[in-house]
């Protein structure tokens, strides 16, 4: 059911924000462009994104990065509709952002830490995760989103990068049949390994 109401979110927004973390890693900046670049695809909407730490110049390559804003080119008195969170496992994890979740008539958080308390009006949580890009593939998987190249270089880098390039416990079978499933949409796991 989980699932179904953010798509149904999603549909019922027109305006629509999603947020990272502060210090960002290759998973909240992956899962956060990886999701604009699926509901742009998908719902043909355009979503914000906002950044609360500066965004490191490895991560330059991520699609539609450059279309995130710093949160202190928002206004922090608007009301969004949708506000979703992603790898965010705390909301104070978001800094400044945390004004325009509060305020957001509707609040999503979609995540991978054991610890995230689920803080939104819907979370979607999966601690067996490796990333929250990972749980991203899996909600596009069960709604039949199209996963379009760009999409599929966020979601791998992602998943990449918080499996430590697939060394790390946390790396699945699930975790490697979704890589595959990733590569196979025509990205080029080597370039995207050298850049990270």
């Known amino acids: ?16 924000l999603l947020v990272s973390h502060i210090n960002p890693d290759g998973d909240t900046l992956g899962s956060m462009c990886g999701l ?22 490895t991560y330059a390559f ?24 992603l790898d965010v496992a705390a909301l104070d994890r978001c800094a400044d952002a945390q ?22 009006q819907v979370n979607i949580i999966e601690p067996d995760a490796s990333a929250t890009a990972e749980v991203l593939f899996g909600i596009a998987e069960d709604l ?19 499996t ?11 975790t490697m049949e979704y890589a595959g499933k990733l590569i196979s949409i025509g990205l080029n796991p080597a370039e995207i390994y050298q850049k990270c």
């Not at 998908?42 to 490191?56: L, R």
């Not at 430590?164 to 699930?174: A, E, L, V």
Request: glycine fraction near 2%.
């Open 164 to 174: 430590g390039c697939f060394k790390f416990s946390n790396t699945t079978q699930r």
């Open 144 to 162: 039949s989103w199209k996963i379009s190249l760009k999409t599929a270089i966020c979601l791998y880098t992602g998943i990449m990068t918080d």
């Open 62 to 85: 991520i699609p539609y990065i450059d279309e995130a804003k710093f949160i202190d080119n928002f206004d922090l008195s608007r009301e969004y509709d949708l506000v979703i969170n």
């Open 99 to 120: 004004t325009l979740f509060a305020k957001a008539k509707k609040t999503i958080n979609i995540d991978h830490h054991e610890t995230n308390i689920g803080y939104a």
């Open 1 to 16: 059911m989980t699932i179904e109401q953010l798509d149904i979110s999603i549909k019922n927004s027109k305006n629509i």
């Open 36 to 57: 604009y670049s699926l509901i742009k695809d998908n719902y043909k909407k355009k979503c914000e994104m906002a950044v609360v730490s500066k965004v490191p110049e």
